[in-house]
């Protein structure tokens, strides 16, 4: 690592995607801002510029942002052409000012995808993917007391593998870096975690069959292989999900009922 | 709707009957590239097996089923492509970085498939429906293709127009054969990386085998 000291302010040029509404027409801005500190995060950066933009009385750059370090999934920009930043497994908030250097360039741009539009600047609306959640993503369970400890016996495999993909945190980086705006790495964690699990097991069929037919009705594109997703995840879900995810969804079309609801969203109930 | 008719119009599905289609191609050049290796051993081998390929009544069906397959994998191919294009409606103005980018050969399978199904065209026009020679071993008459190969591997340009689709086809093959064994669901973290290199070398033999081929008989016979 650099030794920098933090007294060594910054001079940056960013061209920052400005874009009025959903249906107005966008373009790169230039902005210069001095005086970055290297122990800043990307986003306390964006504060900085932000600032400066109200003092002198123009509209800030409207970007997501909620817990800022990096377990919301709320960070949603591309940096340089790559989603949340050059630096693998980080989120955009997470990413620190130290990996640029005085007088650099940095072009900053919405996640893009068709099913993800571009609301306000930076800021894109991802409804799509709690969509796909409520489509199935879901165990239907008798509430009540708390089972007992160990009752449901969990091989120490399928619990990693379970938690590995449970660590998605939705945030849509998947959809920004692939090239088909494919949401099959995202779909594919939310699938296995709960295929590999005694629990998601009663609606396993259904579940897949649903969830994979609303990805489609909300524009996502097809999966091609090309495995930017997973470069871009600042989680690390790994590709063996979505093969998962294609295993999961032949087994349902071959042993599952014959037809499923199609993408409406709802919980139908009961499973087959 | 039934459950075949929507697997077959989803993402997943439409991938499915890529991958297998893409199985009957990959298995069909790796034997075409091994059994064209008797151009090596000489004109009556090499005539002899043509031979042998062709006067089996089996072939009409064999050459339907192959010809089918191939259009199916490029219908469904191209019906991907116009989705994904429609799905991503703008590319970054930066071109990613690193794990964050796309292979070129992942990025290419449109154009490499595109210009592998004109080479197909192409090369049945050249061969297949060519000039007809006749040759007679041990008093059967049968094609004397190999004289036409012969004739053809002399022609500088049909040489390195062949090499330089050879090497497409090894692009389109190097994305597509690991491919098959994600979309198809066939992954173990213990076998990934064999699934991998099995892809990779595959495509690498078969485009080195076929470009070996004029090669030989250019500078060797």
């Known amino acids: 690592m650099k030794s920098k000291s933090s007294n060594t302010h910054m001079t940056l040029h960013l061209k920052v995607w400005r874009q009025k509404g959903p249906h107005a027409e966008g373009k790169l801005c230039d902005y210069e801002l001095e005086g970055v500190n290297p122990d800043m995060s990307f986003l306390e950066m964006l504060d900085i510029l932000n600032q400066k933009l109200i003092l002198k009385g123009e509209e800030p750059v409207a970007f997501e942002h909620d817990c800022r370090e990096g377990i919301c999934g709320s960070c949603s920009m591309v940096i340089d052409g790559n989603p949340h930043g050059p630096q693998k497994s980080t989120t955009a908030c997470q990413l620190h000012m130290r990996h640029y250097r005085d007088g650099q360039t940095i072009v900053i741009e919405p996640f893009r995808a068709k099913a993800f539009p571009v609301m306000k600047d930076l800021v894109v609306d991802r409804s799509a993917f709690d969509r796909v959640i409520q489509s199935g993503g879901y165990i239907s369970v008798n509430t009540g007391s708390s089972p007992d400890g160990n009752a449901l016996p969990i091989a120490k495999e399928k619990a990693d593998l379970a938690f590995d993909a449970a660590t998605c945190i939705g945030c849509g980086a998947c959809v920004a870096a692939c090239r088909n705006g494919a949401a099959m790495l995202f779909v594919s964690a939310k699938v296995s975690q709960l295929a590999l699990l005694p629990q998601g097991q009663a609606e396993r069929s259904e579940r897949v069959a649903k969830m994979v037919y609303q990805m489609d009705a909300e524009d996502f594109g097809a999966c091609t292989n090309m495995g930017s997703c997973a470069g871009a995840c600042p989680k690390d879900i790994s590709l063996e999900n979505i093969a998962r995810l294609n295993r999961e969804f032949m087994r349902s079309m071959v042993s599952g009922r014959k037809s499923y609801p199609r993408g409406d969203g709802a919980n139908e109930g009961s499973p087959a | ?221």
């Open chain 2, 1 to 221: 709707m039934s459950a075949n008719s929507s697997f077959l119009t989803s993402t997943i599905g439409k991938k499915y009957l890529m991958a297998l289609t893409a199985i009957v191609w990959s298995l069909f050049v790796m034997v075409h590239m091994i059994g064209n290796m008797l151009i090596v051993v000489g004109a009556e081998a090499y005539n002899n097996y043509s031979h042998a390929l062709t006067s089996n009544p089996m072939i009409y069906l064999i050459e339907a089923f192959l010809v089918a397959v191939l259009l199916f994998h490029a219908v469904t191919g191209l019906t991907l492509v116009v989705r994904n294009s429609r799905t991503k409606p703008k590319f970054y103005s930066v071109t990613p970085m690193r794990e964050k980018s796309a292979s070129i050969a992942s990025r290419t399978m449109i154009y490499t498939g595109t210009a592998t199904l004109a080479f197909v065209i192409w090369h049945l026009i050249t061969f297949k429906f060519g000039p007809t020679y006749f040759v007679t071993y041990n008093g059967v008459e049968m094609r004397d293709i190999y004289k036409l190969v012969i004739e053809k591997f002399h022609e500088p340009l049909y040489v390195a127009g062949y090499a330089v689709v050879m090497i497409l086809i090894g692009f389109h093959l190097f994305h597509g054969v690991q491919s098959i064994f994600q979309t198809l669901g066939i992954s173990h973290p213990r076998y990934n990386k064999f699934f991998k290199f099995f892809g990779y070398t595959y495509a690498v033999v078969v485009a080195a085998g076929f470009i070996s081929q004029p090669l030989f008989v250019f500078f060797a016979r």
